[in-house]
């Protein structure tokens, strides 16, 4: 990409409002220096140099059969956007809160890069002291052996070129740290993994268990797109709860409430590094066009390093660069042919 | 059961070593009202009343293969606790610190109650605002939607003869709670519960996410043994993180410090309270009787928490009314000649 990047953002599903994403949108023109196309009900909305409203006032971002409903609606705002990015108007595509359409309708008109199995769906995760990045946290509810080895490359990929871990270390997330734990698919995607690792395809470190999303044991985890949104959601629930009996615990005498207010900064501090806006979202890896898709309860800090993400992922060409992994790594699909195979229904994260 | 209740304990694992466990056993004595056969390396542990040591100095909680290895060692510590059990010797076992083993040898020997599928290990986690029961969490890597719905009764009679808690409410662990999301199989152990429910028979709460273990949307949330083995690891991983990036927080700097101080005792309590040795650990459900496991690092006063689970299980007739449950809810298997199908090995969780 020479000059200036062009993303398009979708408006029409988060939580806050399209508003809120138009003052994302426009923060991240200052930001990171793109030009942005908005997609949305353009009623309320403030004109901001470097963006460009489109209105697109239908939502379809609480709709059920998404596959159905993307084919239906091509003036939905979620798959205008997403034309845009399929046309080459934009570079690429942040989806503002739409998750399980974006993903239906990404599939739908980006289509799959050659020789990718499925699209994953990767969550840089803000752990408080051991950031990693985990995939699949929704897209494919079932895998086989051969899609979490392409995961494995993809997230390596965008590890290295997006977050600026050198060598990312890859593992697989089972019930226990042996070769033999897990499904049956799992251990065949060890052996394959293990087998790219001694070709220097790949830092393979094995399988790691629920306990490494604390440790630092890896920098990308790989799983099935079940466990991987089961796991990102435990997390967040213990995390929540964990601070909320904290805070309880801080107000609980008056001992306690004078030690909390002199804490409080310091806590802030805490929350703010594990703060998943300040991350842009998850992020569609395995299509033709990069697809970040931020949290539908983020505001305008979020929607903005989302585009960020996006930007970066343009300006480092992760798309190329993510299948040149893949070809080096030996984890293309051999036959092209099977392009047209059915691909699952995305799930929302 | 009349009289006063035996309880077999291994100590034949536990990281702490037999002593630790004798000692536990020795306090289960004065605070449950029974009688312990404890297995295990005789030599450094002290007699106290109500113990009688059985000299079992062979240990096979890190052994590899224990299907084999149970069938080869019956003099192993845990094979012989299993064995006083099966025996009728001792009304319960408390395997302290050999999961894996202990699912082996309580398959081997204790053999699962009749009808049942697959046992499952259900384990009460302290989730600080809302406990709850979470099973399976590692016996059945894989599982058929008709021992979800097992697990689910199971879980459900433990929950209210145990725990205390009257009419629970069973949800299933899903990536979203629309009864359409997750694996086929979880799709149709869902429609299942529904029609247990329609009769009465359980209260469905339906699919709940990973945010669940926080909002106590669900008293009993019902799993495969992968899933709930991630889950149960990434909240202690989640958990802990967030202690540790408080406690950093809190001396950070010299007013943070002063805070933390204060603080101090009323966080104090907040460990206290998600202490998992008070719950006992984790607890077989599906056998002919009743296996607790207690977390292989457990102290004392973990092992004595465990012995007191078993107790009261024994005491309420935990195996005889979870059998009931099964039976009043339909969910028990029709065809008793396949009670000979193999069974998968366990975990460890």
Redesign the interface.
């Known amino acids: 990409v020479t000059g200036r990047v062009t993303v398009a953002v979708d408006a029409g599903g988060a939580d806050l409002g399209p508003a809120e994403v138009a003052r994302g949108a426009a923060m991240a023109v200052r930001e990171h220096d793109v030009r942005i196309l908005l997609f949305g009900a353009a009623v309320g909305i403030e004109p901001a140099p470097g963006v460009e409203l489109i209105d697109a006032p239908r939502s379809i971002a609480k709709a059920?059969d998404l596959a159905r409903v993307v084919r239906a609606h091509p003036d939905a705002s979620v798959v205008a956007a997403v034309q845009a990015v399929a046309d080459g108007r934009a570079d690429a595509l942040v989806a503002g809160g739409t998750t399980g359409a974006a993903l239906a309708a990404g599939l739908f008109r980006i289509k799959r890069a050659p020789g990718v199995h499925r699209p994953a769906l990767a969550m840089p995760v803000p752990?408080?002291?051991h950031p990693f990045l985990m995939l699949d946290v929704?897209a494919n509810?079932?895998v086989r052996p051969e899609h979490l080895v392409q995961f494995a490359h993809m997230g390596a990929a965008y590890a290295e070129l997006v977050l600026g871990v050198a060598r990312p270390r890859v593992a697989l997330?089972?019930?226990?740290e042996e070769a033999t734990?897990?499904?049956p698919d799992l251990v065949a995607a060890h052996e394959l993994l293990s087998a790219a690792a001694e070709r220097g395809a790949i830092s393979f470190a094995g399988n790691v268990?629920?306990?490494?999303?604390?440790?630092g044991a890896a920098d990308v985890i790989v799983?099935d797109?079940?466990?991987g949104?089961?796991?990102?959601?435990?997390?967040?629930?213990?995390?929540?709860?964990?601070?909320?009996?904290?805070r309880?615990?801080?107000s609980?005498?008056m001992?306690?409430k004078?030690?909390?207010?002199?804490?409080?900064?310091?806590?802030r501090?805490?929350r703010d590094?594990?703060d998943p806006e300040r991350q842009g979202g998850a992020v569609l890896l395995g299509l033709r066009k990069l697809v970040v898709v931020p949290h539908g309860s983020f505001g305008a800090r979020g929607i903005a390093a989302a585009v960020g993400v996006a930007a970066r992922g343009v300006r480092e060409d992760l798309v190329g660069r993510t299948h040149a992994a893949l070809e080096a790594g030996g984890a293309l699909r051999r036959r092209e042919a099977s392009s047209a195979a059915p691909v699952s229904m995305p799930?929302?994260?």
Chains 1, 2 share one sequence.
């Open positions: 059920p752990a408080p002291r929704g509810v079932e997330l089972s019930n226990g734990k897990g499904t268990e629920g306990f490494a999303i604390a440790t799983t797109g079940f466990t949104n089961v796991a990102i959601k435990v997390m967040e629930g213990a995390s929540a709860a964990m601070l909320g009996a904290v309880d615990a801080a609980s005498s001992r306690a004078a030690g909390g207010l002199l804490v409080r900064p310091a806590l501090g805490v590094r594990v799930e929302r994260p």
